[in-house]
């Protein structure tokens, strides 16, 4: 199984600032990479599919980037509402598998 | 409007069955291959399993945490998904989704309840 490792698993941070979420998997996956954002009592929500393609709808402050083996999600200016828990999925290969999920809090 | 409605979630004894369902509309979903992803209290997303359209012959793809105990099934003709969890342990406990990962549509989950 490829094995997903995300990193940081919590970041307290302030509305404005920029951070980067990674996540390394244990083999090649191309760009058979997507990232959700999910928030409390709510289904997950796709921000960025193959590696780097935002979801539609999904505001222009959110980027992915990477293959292979390492990725990241970037959001370059925090907004109060982006204050949730993100994954990474690879697609790659059966079973999909998520990364642990990287908290985000209020500092 | 894409909707995915799951139910069948309860409290259930370890060592026993349930059968989760899912009522899709507003695509088709006979076209679409469907997941179940399942998020444990305290704990990260999980993916359970797919199930293939009749194109692809319906097969399956479980996780190794599941395999041999869920069944995923689907009936075209009722637009539904189901997920037929046997031999549950505690740690089955979940918030289960239904899905199609490829669309990114999701329902709103059901909570399952195994109790030792």
């Known amino acids: 199984d490829i094995q997903m490792t995300q990193s940081p698993s919590t970041v307290s941070t302030s509305v404005g600032d920029r951070v980067t979420i990674t996540c390394r998997a244990s083999?090649?996956?191309?760009?058979?990479l997507a990232w959700f954002q999910q928030k409390p009592g709510k289904a997950p929500k796709r921000l960025i599919y193959?590696?780097?393609s935002l979801q539609s709808g999904v505001p222009s402050r959110f980027s992915g980037s990477g293959s292979g083996t390492e990725f990241t999600l970037t959001i370059s200016s925090l907004q109060p509402e982006d204050f949730a828990t993100y994954y990474c999925l690879q697609h790659n290969n059966y079973p999909r598998t998520f990364g642990q999920g990287t908290k985000l809090e209020i500092k | 409007e894409v909707q995915l409605v799951e139910s069948g979630g309860t409290l259930v004894q370890s060592g026993g069955s349930l059968r989760l369902s899912c009522a899709a509309s507003g695509f088709t979903f006979s076209d679409h291959h469907m997941d179940w992803v399942r998020r444990a209290p305290g704990k990260g997303l999980e993916w359970v399993g797919r199930?293939?359209?009749?194109?692809?012959?319906?097969?399956?793809e479980y996780a190794a945490s599941v395999k041999g105990r869920f069944i995923i099934l689907r009936d075209d003709s009722k637009n539904s998904l189901y997920l037929q969890m046997n031999s549950l342990k505690t740690e089955d406990t979940a918030v289960y989704y239904c899905t199609n990962l490829i669309s990114d549509y999701w329902g709103q989950g059901t909570l399952v309840t195994v109790s030792s």
């Open positions: 083999q090649d996956i191309t760009n058979y």
């Open positions: 199930i293939r359209n009749k194109a692809n012959s319906y097969t399956t």
């Open positions: 193959a590696a780097s």
